[in-house]
């Protein structure tokens, strides 16, 4: 297994911490703080959400650079374009469920980019059977960098509240965390319409 495969299978176990870290639930804060001797990035509201967050945070970086050391110097893989963007659906798509279920995201919302994962997932295996590609586009990439976006500002609320550093404070809390979001959401919902559109509109003949 060559480094950019390492680096995808990586992301999928950031996925697994994520995951038993809000489903584990927090300890109390007074606790994490002691071990951790607090300063400002050691002093969260949720020590479940911090983990997360952080779990998270390390699966989207590993998202630009597994790519981009295949292309760079030629490590693409089957296996890779197999393993790849199913990480990436993984990811944003288990924390669009918890935010849904902590009621940051409008369940509907979460509900039309499973669709559209899916559906994108359908045609390219299509097109794979037919000996096709249809490869990611630039607003597929704009989608998945706004959703990422989305989620560490909603996770960065849940994990630091008003314990947050003082420069990133206002992703957190007030008019200004609120804003930052909803900018980050609804860009995310146009441009997962846009792209899925897109994607049926280059797949069409694999329906036929």
Not at 30 to 44: D, K, L, N, T
Not at 79 to 89: E, H, M, S, V
Not at 95 to 102: D, E, G, K, N, T
Request: proline share 3%; glycine share 12%; net charge positive.
């Amino acid at each position: 297994m060559n480094l950019p495969n390492r680096i995808t299978v990586t992301r999928l176990g950031t996925v697994f911490v994520f995951t038993v870290a809000l489903a584990v639930g927090d300890v109390p804060t007074s606790v994490a703080v002691e071990v951790m001797e607090g300063g400002a990035w050691f002093s969260p509201v949720s020590v479940a959400a911090c983990i997360a967050l952080w779990a998270f945070v390390v699966g989207a970086i590993s998202d630009f650079f597994d790519g981009h050391l295949a292309r760079k110097y030629g490590l693409v893989t089957n296996l890779g374009k197999l393993l790849d963007p199913l990480a990436d659906k993984i990811l944003v798509c288990a924390a669009f469920v918890y935010l849904s279920a902590v009621g940051m995201c409008p369940f509907w919302v979460t509900v039309l980019i499973l669709f559209r994962e899916f559906l994108v997932t359908g045609l390219r295996q299509l097109a794979a059977l037919r000996g096709e590609a249809l490869a990611a586009d630039r607003s597929g990439k704009w989608k998945t960098g706004l959703q990422l976006g989305f989620c560490i500002a909603c996770l960065f609320h849940l994990a630091y509240g008003g314990n947050a550093p003082q420069p990133l404070r206002w992703l957190s809390t007030g008019v200004g965390g609120e804003w930052c979001r909803g900018i980050f959401l609804w860009g995310s919902v146009l441009l997962t319409v846009g792209s899925g559109v897109h994607y049926v509109l280059r797949g069409h003949h694999l329906l036929k």
